[in-house]
């Protein structure tokens, strides 16, 4: 069973920096995409950033600068290295991923339980 675990959520204070790691578990044959979501209280779900394959990137307008997503294949891993934090980009972060597990059945999407980020003014 594919699983996905987010760590280094937080708590800091604006202009500080936090970086969350999504490790994917378990029989998997191939990751397409990788990436971070953020659900803020009384909003939608939102795309932060994702990475598809080995370098094409997606980040939303508001982390544009301020945030960088990579990715270690040979771990499964995921990063977002986030600088620059302000209080509105206190959300819970949810990892995602594209891929096709280790039976081979068909790509399909996974979602981490989500880490809390809070960010003080």
């Known amino acids: 069973q594919v699983q996905l675990v987010e760590s280094g959520g937080g708590s800091v204070q604006a202009g500080g920096s936090l970086r969350l790691s999504c490790v994917a578990s378990?029989?998997?044959?191939?990751?397409?995409?990788m990436g971070w979501y953020r659900e803020a209280p009384g909003k939608e779900r939102e795309l932060v950033a994702a990475?598809?394959?080995?370098?094409?990137?997606n980040y939303h307008s508001s982390v544009k600068g301020r945030f960088t997503i990579s990715r270690d294949n040979t771990k499964n891993t995921v990063y977002l290295q986030m600088n620059s934090l302000k209080p509105e980009d206190t959300a819970v972060y949810y990892c995602?991923?594209?891929?096709?597990?280790?039976?081979?059945?068909?790509?399909?999407?996974?979602w981490g339980k989500g880490t809390l980020v809070t960010v003080s003014s």
């Open positions: 995602n991923a594209v891929l096709m597990p280790g039976d081979y059945s068909d790509y399909a999407e996974y």
């Open positions: 378990g029989s998997i044959y191939s990751i397409n995409t």
């Open positions: 990475l598809q394959g080995r370098d094409t990137t």
